[in-house]
């Protein structure tokens, strides 16, 4: 059963009209909350955008508003050692944040919680669809919802009752990710080569936005340039400099 859901997760980026809950929302924050956490620091915070405007702007910011219009909830998750800061001002200890670790044991921990939450979400039949757009304008997005130094938005979910349920994606075949006893990349040509034409097949069958294309051509112009290079400026913003 656990298999069987986990295997059919596909973005979903319409939905009914309906609001979750502060009940609803509550209770998947609660379950996403026994994600694993590095030393349980649990070094992660939530922001529910209820207020219209200011989901509307989050969509606008994120470059991605279709996502935000019918959701049911709109959640921002934060990567928060401003937390830890104040527990260690409880014992008269300065917290020092400004390390690659923290910034790695933030983005962890959110990302342990935020797949807890979306298992949770969709075992109660509602669809999600994660917002990397977010980091397209960090520094305006927290100065939108108030974030504090010590604390930087990752990624956004959206969710609700799916009005529109997308095909599953066929993902790389295990052995392209599986190795044994150490890494075998000579492997990958053979496999990758298979996996476009599984890819190709989909994207041209897919009950929507049909296209012709495949995997390592779209990956090859996704990463030809850097990306987001703003986001190295923006964490020593928020006091991670990155040592």
Known sequence: MVEKLLRSHASVRKYKDYTLTKEEVSALVETAQSAASSHFVQAYSVIWVTDTA?????????????????????????????????AGRLHDTEIKIDTIENALVGAVDVALFAQNLVIAAESKGFGICFIGGVRNAPAEISQLVD?????????????????????????????????????????????????????EEYYASRGSNQKVANWTEQMAEYLEKPRRLHMAEFLASKGFHLK
Do not use: W
């Open 54 to 86: 200011k989901k509307e702007e989050l969509g606008r910011l994120s470059q991605n508003p279709k996502q935000f219009e019918t959701a049911g909830a709109a959640l921002l998750l934060c990567a928060d050692f401003h937390r830890l800061q104040v």
């Open 147 to 199: 974030l504090p130094e010590g604390v930087f938005p990752l990624f956004a979910i959206t969710l609700g009752v799916p009005d529109q349920q997308n095909e599953v994606k066929p993902r790389l075949p295990v052995a392209a990710i599986l190795h044994e006893n150490g890494y075998d990349s000579a492997k990958y040509e053979s496999l990758l080569k298979e996996y476009d034409q599984t890819m």
